[in-house]
Nanobody, 115 residues
């Protein structure tokens, strides 16, 4: 199974930027989807951004134009560049992998945006 480790979270003021990274280990299939999800206490985990192996991307409406997801298949990395952060972006961000088998989740990294 694929293991995922997130990094790059932290505390930032509104309007600031952060870049999240997700390092994958194990067998990454050439056809796979990776994504970032966000969860706040009391709410379900929600999709923030996803990217396929051919770099097709999709974004939640609330982050379009501010966040950019990318992946480096050779390095087994996926990134989330977050600009113009807002307090409502606060949450735990989880990396996700789906390679046509069991899905994998990272343990999450906390992002806190202060107003």
């Amino acid at each position: 199974q694929v293991q995922l480790v997130e990094s790059g979270g932290g505390l930032v003021q509104a309007g600031g930027s952060l870049r999240l990274s997700c390092a994958a280990s194990g067998r990454i299939l050439s056809i796979s989807t990776m994504a970032w999800y966000r969860q706040v206490p009391g709410n379900q985990r929600e999709l923030v951004a996803g990217i396929t192996s051919d770099s097709t991307t999709n974004y939640a409406g609330s982050v379009k134009g501010r966040f950019t997801i990318s992946r480096d298949n050779a390095k087994k990395m996926v990134y989330l560049q977050m600009n113009n952060l807002k307090p409502e972006d606060t949450g735990v961000y989880y990396c996700y992998y789906n390679g046509l088998g069991p899905v994998s989740w990272g343990r999450g990294t906390q992002v806190t945006v202060s107003s």
